[in-house]
């Protein structure tokens, strides 16, 4: 499926390929809600990073968060001309690109159900829905985002 994203002042906008477009995965860890500006979390898709054309890239920065003070070597890219963070690389799986689902243009898929992660970090005013379909993990979960792409019938080829 490929995905179409912009930052809200349009200063930033691309597009790339993903087999896994569900917005299923909330993070509550306190990187993804102070950087996505959420409310109490962040949703991040997957796509191939070969496939991402951009145009406004003389607008983008690049931020790498500092964890229990080292420098990550995740990037997270954002407009710097109105803050909106856009997507996050990781040298380390170079392949993959991570858009905010926030800022994906493309109607998205709704999800069966709701993975909840890094539930340890989450601030206390946050509730977090507990029904059938919301899955707890307070860290990283069981599934990367292709594996449960694919245990719920829902990876693209």
Not at 75 to 83: D, N, Q
Not at 115 to 129: A, C, N, Q
Request: one cysteine or more; proline letters at 9%.
């Amino acid at each position: 499926m490929q995905l179409t994203g912009s930052c809200h002042c349009k200063a930033v906008e691309f597009r790339l390929e993903s087999k896994t477009p569900y917005p299923y995965m909330r993070c509550y860890c306190s990187i993804c809600r102070k950087i996505g500006g959420s409310a109490g979390f962040a949703i991040n898709l997957m796509g191939d990073a070969s496939s991402l054309k951009t145009s406004g890239e003389q607008s983008k920065l690049v931020y790498n968060a500092l964890i229990d003070g080292t420098r990550s070597p995740v990037e997270r890219h954002f407009c710097k001309v109105c803050g909106t963070h856009l997507w996050v690389w990781d040298p380390r799986w170079p392949g993959l690109l991570h858009p905010h689902a926030g800022v994906i243009d493309t109607p998205l898929p709704r999800p069966p159900e709701t993975v909840h992660i890094m539930l340890e970090y989450k601030p206390d005013w946050i509730g977090v829905p507990e029904g059938p379909n919301d899955i707890h993990f307070g860290k990283y979960p069981d599934l990367s985002i292709e594996e449960w792409h694919k245990s719920k019938g829902l990876y693209e080829t």
